[in-house]
């Protein structure tokens, strides 16, 4: 059974940090891109950044650009996100995601073939 188990979310102030997890588990994850979306109340989830397997390439949404960096172990099967200089607009529930094969760079949810369920994180001014 595939799994993706976020980890790393919370409460947090304006301008801090927090390092998010995935820990992917269940088949291998050789080759597959792995990405964050996020979630805020009353909004569609939307794309945050993914990485490819092999060569590391990255690829961000411009409102995170410059503030959040996405990388990986392949060898323990995790991803993480680190978020930095978090902005109430932040908070939302982040999702992990891999995504098997496609188009570079996957940025719209159709592209991933499994999910997690989600770490929140919230940001008060």
């Known amino acids: 059974q595939v799994q993706l188990v976020e980890s790393g979310g919370g409460l947090v102030q304006a301008g801090g940090s927090l390092r998010l997890s995935c820990a992917a588990s269940?088949?291998?994850?050789?080759?597959?891109?792995m990405g964050w979306f996020r979630q805020a109340p009353g909004k569609e989830r939307e794309f945050v950044a993914v990485i490819r397997y092999s060569t590391l390439s990255t690829y961000y949404a411009d409102s995170v650009k410059g503030r959040f960096t996405i990388s990986r172990d392949n060898a323990e099967n995790t991803v993480t996100l680190q978020v930095a200089g978090l902005k109430p607009e932040d908070t939302a529930t982040y999702y992990c995601a891999a995504q098997s094969r496609g188009s570079w760079p996957p940025t719209e949810e159709w592209q991933y073939d499994y999910w997690g369920q989600g770490t929140q994180v919230t940001v008060s001014s």
């Open positions: 269940g088949r291998t994850f050789i080759g597959f891109r």
